[in-house]
């Protein structure tokens, strides 16, 4: 794992880098290594759409530029903000950083 992987807590991040070292010796299966990948790390935040409403008007952006930055449509936006529609995937971690880091990070 690089340094930059997010552990639930100290406990699961020793817990993992135990069951690391017995896979790299092959001394667990790689089902049961992704197992322990589910439970230690850390999932990606849930946005409700107010949530994604809030933080586009926090950053003081119309829906066509945070659509631009966040290389989706505008459509995509005004579904995200209705609730017709929920992020996922790499566009629920995108937005998962821009909450915590602005947009600056993305430019």
Known sequence: MSAKTKFK???FEAIHSAASGLFSVDAIPQE???SFDTACLSSIK???PLEI???REELNVSQPVFARYLNTSVSTVQKWES???RPSGISLKLLNVVQKHGL???V
């Open 53 to 55: 409403k809030a933080l």
């Open 32 to 34: 049961t290594m992704r």
């Open 9 to 11: 807590s100290p406990a």
């Open 83 to 85: 609730g017709a529609k």
């Open 104 to 106: 600056k990070v993305l």
């Open 46 to 48: 849930d946005l409700q």
